[in-house]
């Protein structure tokens, strides 16, 4: 399965963006589909995540909110629209899939998108 990310860009403080990610197929084995942020010198952390056949959303405490993730099962695309941004949102934001069901830490998914930057100005 691969992931194509877009939508990242620049944009001021409290303005918004919507993240796309589109999978190249739609494999039945996906358990939920995930964003994560890298920051520079640090770890990937947990966004939001939604399962593929439920209704199940997770949120970061940190986006809770204003961040807000959904999906198209017909498009195999998953969105993550952000509102109110900070200036510390800005990070490289990654598209991921996991086969598992624990869907907040980033060592359990599969399959992950190329990554696109978001600029929060203030």
């Known amino acids: 399965v691969q992931l194509v990310e877009s939508g990242g860009g620049l944009v001021q403080t409290g303005g918004s963006l919507r993240l796309s990610c589109a999978a190249s197929?739609?494999?039945?084995?996906?358990?939920?589909m995930g964003w994560f942020r890298q920051f520079p010198g640090k770890e990937r952390e947990f966004v939001a995540a939604v399962r593929w056949t439920a209704n199940n959303t997770y949120y970061a405490d940190s986006v809770k909110g204003r961040f807000t993730i959904s999906r198209d099962n017909a498009k195999n695309t998953v969105y993550l629209q952000m509102n109110s941004l900070k200036p510390e949102d800005t990070a490289v934001y990654y598209c991921a899939a996991t086969i598992n069901s624990i869907v907040i830490k980033a060592t359990f998914y599969n399959y992950w998108g190329q990554g696109t930057q978001v600029t929060v100005s203030s």
């Open positions: 197929e739609r494999t039945f084995s996906i358990y939920a």
